[in-house]
């Protein structure tokens, strides 16, 4: 059995990644197990904040580490909210974010509400040696929440393929086709390479 250590105090992205890496023969430590480690998410980007927090866990336990930076891209807001999903209203607060997003959006129709949610995974060894992974999955914004389950900006993140928001989903069905599942996947393709090298 495998332990890797996610870089993620996120619950929800915590309960997706034990899920998706369990049939790996993996399972996953995260901050909750080292509540004492403090990163400061202050890159530019999503692979710079990724880094960040992948480099500050990794020199504290000296482990190999993986992180996730991620985040909601809205098109008719020119990124919004982005690098700054996480504390788009001002605190880690879905309900808030939530709101504001529907705020910001407010007036603009269908048609202009497209938006992707993006993930880039970057993991480092102590020896320096760094695996980078990205995915992303497309939508619009709705109007109202729809759905309970999943986390974040969920509720309101609508896929016209299936007609439903992501939070109406199953666990499984959204890691089958989220950004987060999307770069799991990539990851796991040179995991093997870079974990045992
Ligand atoms: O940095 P860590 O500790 O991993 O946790 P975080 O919640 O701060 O995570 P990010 O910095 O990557 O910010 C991403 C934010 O984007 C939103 N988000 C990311 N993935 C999402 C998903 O799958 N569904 C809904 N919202 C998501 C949610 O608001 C997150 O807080
Ligand atoms: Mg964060």
Known sequence: MTTLVIATKNAGKAQEYRKMLAPHGITVKTLADFPAIAINENGTSFEENA???????????????????????????????GIHSARYAGDH???????????????????????HFHTTIVALKPDGAKLVAKGRVDGRILHERQGDNGFGYDPLFFID???KSLAELTADQKNAISHRGAALRD????????WRA
């Open 93 to 115: 607060d879905d309900a808030a974010n939530n709101a504001k997003l529907l705020h910001e959006l407010a007036g603009v129709p269908d048609d202009q509400r497209t938006a």
């Open 187 to 194: 990851f796991m393709t040179r995991f093997p390479e870079w």
């Open 51 to 81: 880094t960040i927090k992948a480099k500050t866990v990794m020199q504290a336990l000296d482990l190999p580490v993986m992180a996730d930076d991620s985040g909601l891209v809205v098109d008719a807001l020119n990124g919004a909210p």
């Open 161 to 163: 393929s299936l007609g």
